[in-house]
């Protein structure tokens, strides 16, 4: 996309090879990439982010935790790793990693 066209509203997105497509709405959905460079240095894969576990434990480093949009989370619920990009999880999982309790590894 190079462009969106129209006066009061979009009527068209416009296009790098310059083809115009009729358009009444545009949704724009952005990827992200976690800002880990910092923590290249410290032998962590940070790939996808800092991997840990249920907790927020980091996988393979004792007593570090991970939370908000860098923690690439093990989720229960879906059996599978993944980042949350939202200020609610943010918060919530950062107290939740911050808590003195007992880790799984
Ligand atoms: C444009 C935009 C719109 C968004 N809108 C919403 C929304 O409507 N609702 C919602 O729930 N979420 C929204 N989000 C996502 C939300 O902002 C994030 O999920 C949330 O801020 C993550 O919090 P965090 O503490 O993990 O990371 P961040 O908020 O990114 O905080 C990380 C902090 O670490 C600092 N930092 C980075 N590197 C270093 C370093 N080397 N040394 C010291 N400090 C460092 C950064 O400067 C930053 O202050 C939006 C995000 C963006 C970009």
Redesign the pocket.
Known sequence: MSGLLGRETVEAVSLADGTNLPADIVVVSIG?VP?A??LVSSGLDVTRGVECDRTCAVTGVPDVVA?????NWYNPLYERHMR???????IEQ?TFAARDTPRHT
């Open positions: 992200s800002a460079d910092w939370a908000g949009d860098l923690a949350v990009e939202h200020w609610t999880n943010a950062g």
